[in-house]
């Protein structure tokens, strides 16, 4: 059974930095593109970062030039680089991973706390 398995949220001051991780298991991390979003109390989950299967990456304009996203396919994992952080980033974020060629396949984590103090 697949899985997703988030890690390296928490609490950090306003300015801060933190790294989430994400590995999956039974998957050829190769095949997929990878992305992190998140969902902030009150407010729909939005895409934060994404990596496709080439390294070519987007980012959603609020974090441009703070968050890096990066991946180890070797360890089937994806990373989120977080620095400056803003209360605003205040939300839970997951990982996901989706396969788009041949049969479609689309995994979610379980989701890690970002909590940014002012």
């Known amino acids: 059974q697949v899985q997703l398995v988030e890690s390296g949220g928490g609490l950090v001051q306003t300015g801060g930095s933190l790294r989430l991780s994400c590995a999956a298991s039974?998957?050829?991390?190769?095949?997929?593109?990878m992305n992190w979003y998140r969902q902030a109390p009150g407010k729909q989950r939005e895409l934060v970062a994404g990596i496709n299967r080439g390294g070519i990456t987007n980012y959603a304009d609020s974090v441009k030039d703070r968050f890096t996203i990066s991946r180890d396919n070797a360890k089937n994992s994806v990373y989120l680089q977080m620095n400056n952080l803003k209360p605003e980033d205040t939300a839970v974020y997951y990982c996901?991973?989706?396969?788009?060629?041949?049969?479609?396949?689309?995994?979610w984590g379980q989701g890690t706390q970002v909590t940014v103090s002012s």
């Open positions: 039974e998957i050829s991390g190769s095949l997929y593109d």
């Open positions: 996901n991973m989706e396969k788009v060629l041949g049969l479609r396949r689309n995994y």
